[in-house]
C-alpha cells in the first residue's frame, strides 16, 4: 500500500512540474535587444529593444532598463515606463534618457544623449505584461569611443574614384601633349627662315644656320648637276 501511495505521489510529482512549464511557457515575453551598440562622443545613441507578448497590451505593462559599468559594479535602474516615462533623475544618466519606443508596437527603445566614453557598460531590457511576466534577459554593451578623422569607403565613393580618376588622368596627359605640341610649333615659328627687310627675294633668308645651310646645300647642287653642256 506505502508503495502504492509513493507511486501515485511520485507521479504527480512531474505532472506538477510539467504543469507549471506550461503556465509559465504559455504566459511569457519574447524580447530582442542588439548584443552590441557603437556610439560616438556627443552623439545621439539609440538603444533597441522588442517585444512580442501573448496577452493584449494592457496599462500594466512595465519596462526597465538597467545599467552595469563596463568595468563592473551593481546594476542601477536607469529607466521605468508604465504608461508615462520616468526617465532617471539621479546619477550620471540624469536628463539624458529620452523615451523613443511604443509599446503598442512592441517597442521599449530608448536614447541616451550626449555619451561620453564613461557610459560604456552592460544594458538591460525588462518588460512585464501582466499575466505575462517571463522572459529572456538580453544584454546589450555600449561602446562610445571618438569620431576619427578616418572615412570608410562605400562602393559608391569606390565605383567612382575608379571611373573618374583615370579619365582625369587621360585629360591631364592629353592637355601636357597639346600644351607641348604647341611649344614646339612655337619655337619652329621662331627659328623659321623670313625674308630679308632690306631685299625682298624669291629666296628665304635664314637665321637659322642648320636648316638654312641644309637648303642652301640642295640649291647648291642643283646649280652644279644640270643637263646643260658646257660651250667650247
Known sequence: M??????????????G?????????????EIKASSKVRAFIGEQVSLKCSFTSSSPITESLTVDWTYRPLTGGHMETIFHYQSVAYPTTVGKFKDRISWIG??????????????????????????KNPPDVYHNIPQTVLI?????????????MLLS???FLPSIVVVVLLLV??????????????????KSS?????EPECTET??????LRVWCWNCVDTDEEDPY
Do not use: H, W, Y
Not at 6 to 15: D, I, K, Y
Open 2 to 15: 506505502r508503495r502504492g501511495g509513493g507511486g501515485s505521489g511520485g507521479g504527480l510529482v512531474p505532472r
Open 17 to 29: 512540474v510539467l504543469l507549471l512549464l506550461g503556465v509559465c511557457s504559455a504566459l511569457s515575453l
Open 102 to 127: 511604443d509599446v503598442a508596437k512592441g517597442d521599449a527603445s530608448i536614447a541616451i544623449q550626449s555619451p561620453v566614453m564613461s557610459d560604456n557598460g552592460t544594458f538591460i531590457c525588462s518588460v
Open 144 to 156: 562610445v569611443t571618438e569620431r576619427g578623422l578616418s572615412f570608410q569607403l562605400t562602393s559608391a
Open 161 to 163: 574614384i575608379l571611373v
Open 177 to 194: 601633349r597639346m600644351g607641348r605640341k604647341f611649344g614646339v610649333l612655337k619655337e619652329k615659328k621662331k627659328s623659321g627662315c623670313k
Open 198 to 202: 632690306i631685299e625682298v627675294s624669291d
Open 210 to 215: 642648320d636648316n638654312c645651310l641644309g637648303r
